[in-house]
């Protein structure tokens, strides 16, 4: 049990272009997402946290504008990356709280992406 | 504010030997604690987490921890290392103050298993 699914595992895309990154909570209701964002041979960074039905809440110095992020159902949060740049080329990855535990997370399996 | 420390970049060690990846912590109050397990390119594996009650913590292949709380350690112990068990190593902390509290972690630890 407790798994989350995210797709896609790897995107190329277009300078401004944009990308959207699903998670999905296979088989729990995740109230709280969290989106993460790692640079090579770098720890993560915690991006935001996604609740759903509610505004994402946003790491300092995180563009709530360039990174949309969506929670609209108890097992989908989406990441868009609005027109994106060859800085934003990253490894993306997210967590699902499971609802009613505080302190079980469960980790999808990353975003590999690269902006040319 | 709540902090972790890995202080080794990598550790290497032979097939076979024991293993241990250094891990210390600072929360104001109690800790939830968490070890991670990321091979190239993919997310991030749970392996186990403290909570409360015993000290010593079993998790998945074969891995351990021991929750100091004196010493605010957490450190990641194998009996017999694998080559398989080459990865990077990440440990976690949360406060235990309620809610979906964000989790912390540290900055990784890249264990090499020497055949």
């Known amino acids: 049990g407790a798994v989350v699914s995210q797709h896609p595992s790897w995107v190329i895309c277009k300078s401004g272009t944009s990308v959207k990154i699903e998670c999905r909570s296979l088989?729990?209701?995740?109230?709280?997402m969290f989106w993460y964002r790692q640079f090579p041979k770098q720890s993560l960074m915690l991006m935001a946290t996604?609740?759903?039905?509610?505004?994402?809440?946003?790491e300092q110095g995180v563009e709530k504008d360039k990174f949309l992020i969506n929670h609209a159902s108890l097992t989908l949060s989406t990441l868009t990356v609005t027109s994106a740049h060859p800085e934003d080329s990253s490894f993306y990855i997210c967590?699902?709280?499971?609802?009613?535990?505080?302190?079980?997370?469960?980790f999808g399996s990353g975003t590999r992406l690269t902006v040319v | 504010a709540q902090s972790v420390a890995q202080p080794e970049d990598q550790v290497n060690v032979a097939e076979g030997n024991p293993l241990t990846v250094k891990c210390t912590y600072s929360?104001?109050?109690?800790?939830?604690l968490f070890w991670y397990v990321q091979y190239p390119n993919r997310g991030l594996q749970f392996l186990l987490k403290?909570?409360?009650?015993?000290?010593l913590v079993k998790g998945s292949y074969g891995f351990e921890a021991e929750f100091n709380k004196s010493q605010t350690s957490f450190h990641l112990k194998k009996p017999s290392a694998l080559v398989s068990d080459s990865a990077l190593y990440f440990c976690?902390?949360?406060?235990?103050?309620?809610?979906?509290?964000?989790?912390?972690f540290g900055t990784g630890t890249k264990l090499q298993v020497i055949p």
């Open positions: 996604s609740n759903e039905g509610s505004k994402a809440t946003y």
């Open positions: 403290y909570i409360t009650g015993d000290n």
């Open positions: 967590s699902a709280a499971k609802t009613g535990t505080n302190y079980g997370y469960t």
């Open positions: 976690a902390v949360r406060d235990q103050k309620g809610g979906y509290q964000k989790v912390t």
């Open positions: 088989d729990f209701q995740a109230t709280t």
């Open positions: 929360v104001s109050g109690n800790p939830y």
